[in-house]
């Protein structure tokens, strides 16, 4: 196959790159190794991160008709009550870390409906489910990339004058020789206050399966998981208790404190206030990633609420996935810590009334596309990541380190994100870092590596460190870091030029930067403070 552009991971990076590309009228081969589009927000099952400002600004045109796409389709599908029909920002799950939370099919069909016409015409070829397997180059430049059909094993290779790399581990780095690093850089080489002093490189954060729960009536009990004695006695060192407790870190203070867990509350869904700089929200566990309040729809329409496990206590921190030999031995055991986490809430897990258990809990595979309950894919939150001619540190946004001056203002900006450095235990051993950003910018340098010329990350495998992947690792930033891939590439092609020369060339730079703004992508950020 051959094509303007070939993206390859079909996340929301993925997607908004295609988006961005098409709209500026150029042929797009996209290909995804899973079932679904969609990555950490369908796939992975992820309900979005987002800040406490997207409501307002802060996030692209396109994310934002994302959004709207997804209140939409509840409002013309599903029985909301009347009151819910008409809240103009509606929470479907009324989940307290996003002012969005949804089911993840709901999500798939949105992206899919705003690809549909690129695909009717053909300028949009969608190859399912693959992932690359090999790459072809010609000095600094890539030529080709083989992808393989995760089930037959067939092979399919593309061409394209520009190769986006949108997966979610930077698949395409080691594969093209694009320079690279992973887990910890050390502060001698970055500065950054939180980062050790020597380098850690296979130190990534941990990897999680998420999974969907109900709790009706009756016994859902299944079979105990082989390795759940295992799991049942496993105590980190930091967890100031088992990690099959209701006792985690609190990821800013980093004191073990309790979480609650309580289904079905008889909470008023429109009364919950979702807001990260007030709580973080994983206080009641039930509520906190939650993706259908029941009581937003019509009596009966649900027998229970639906909850989104993605907890501190199915975080897998035992090894990294990313280059090393034993990488699915580790994602085995990251699906087995899901399964002992569920039986443990089945069989267990203590109740307010003092007994143990609740065996009313329901896997919700069928809502995940899956039979075994789980996500289709781990929820990865640490990439590879590319030496960029522009590598963003903490320095750059840290609320410590910048105090009221906000973070660094890159003339370069090709968006903007916001989002605290978030970064869960590490295979290192080490606890969260949480540490206060200021609302930031996604300088064009953090996508341009150093070398390679026609190669673009369009996921979180842009130049960002340990540290601050901990903040532009989340849903819309990785959408507006994939767009403003998907639209230099575009521009280079349209005007004949590199994306480094759009970079080091003022006028192109301001020119390709008038086209990003008028596709709506916001490129700095009003006077506001961080969190």
């Not at 540190?393 to 203002?409: I, K, M, P, T």
Request: aromatic share 10%; charged share 20%.
């Amino acid at each position: 196959m051959q094509t303007d552009l070939l993206i390859v991971g079909g996340g929301l990076g993925g997607i908004a790159a295609a988006l961005a590309a098409l709209r500026a009228g150029r042929s797009v081969v996209l290909t995804e190794e899973f079932d679904w589009l969609g990555g950490q927000l369908t796939s992975q099952a992820v309900p979005p991160d987002e800040h406490s400002w997207v409501e307002q600004f802060g996030i692209t045109a396109s994310y934002r008709a994302l959004r709207e796409g997804i209140r939409d389709y509840y409002r013309r599908h599903y029985p909301l009550t009347s009151a819910s029909r008409a809240a103009v920002q509606l929470n479907p799950g009324a989940g307290y870390v996003s002012k969005l939370c949804h089911e993840p099919r709901v999500a798939l069909a949105v992206l899919e409906g705003m690809l549909a016409p690129y695909r009717a015409s053909r300028r949009l070829q969608v190859v399912q489910p693959f992932r690359p397997v090999a790459a072809e180059t010609d000095g600094d430049r890539v030529s080709a990339v083989t992808v393989q059909h995760r089930v037959t094993d067939d092979q399919l290779t593309i061409t394209a004058p520009y190769i986006l790399d949108a997966t979610e581990t930077g698949e395409l780095l080691p594969l093209t020789g694009t320079e690279y690093v992973t887990g910890f850089e050390a502060q001698s080489d970055t500065g950054e206050p939180s980062a050790p002093a020597e380098a850690q490189p296979f130190n990534m954060q941990a990897v999680s399966y998420c999974f969907a729960i109900d709790h009706v009536d009756g016994d859902h009990v299944g079979d105990k998981p082989a390795n759940y004695a295992f799991w049942r006695n496993y105590q980190p060192s930091f967890w100031g208790d088992r990690l099959l407790s209701w006792t985690a870190p609190n990821p800013r203070t980093l004191q073990a404190s309790e979480r609650t867990f309580t289904p079905n509350p008889d909470d008023d869904p429109l009364a919950v206030v979702a807001d990260q700089r007030r709580t973080g929200g994983d206080t009641n566990l039930w509520t906190f990633r939650r993706i259908a309040a029941r009581r937003h729809f019509e009596p009966g329409a649900y027998d229970s609420d639906i909850c989104l496990v993605n907890w501190p206590m199915i975080d897998y921190f035992e090894g990294p996935v990313i280059d090393v030999p034993d990488a699915a031995k580790h994602l085995t055991a990251a699906k087995e810590l899901s399964q002992a986490v569920f039986y443990w809430l089945q069989t267990e897990a203590p109740r307010p009334d003092g007994g143990a258990g609740f065996p009313g809990l329901r896997l919700r595979g069928d809502l995940l596309g899956t039979t075994d309950g789980l996500a289709q894919a781990p929820y990865i939150r640490e990439s590879r990541r590319i030496k960029a001619e522009y590598t963003i540190v903490e320095q750059d946004l840290s609320v410590a380190v910048r105090g009221d001056r906000g973070a660094v203002e890159y003339d370069d900006s090709v968006g903007i994100g916001m989002y605290r450095i978030d970064l869960h235990p590490s295979t290192g051993g080490d606890n969260y870092i949480d540490v206060a950003s200021s609302p930031f910018r996604i300088p064009l340098g953090a996508l341009i590596p150093r070398r390679v010329e026609n190669l673009l990350p369009a996921n979180k495998n842009l130049g960002t460190t340990h540290i601050t992947n901990g903040c532009y690792r989340l849903h819309p930033v990785e959408w507006n870091i994939g767009e403003a891939a998907g639209a230099l590439a575009a521009f280079c092609l349209d005007r004949g030029v590199s994306p480094r020369a759009v970079r080091n060339t003022p006028a192109l730079l301001g020119d390709f930067q008038s086209q990003l703004v008028a596709q709506g992508i916001e490129l700095g950020w009003p006077a506001i403070e961080g969190y």
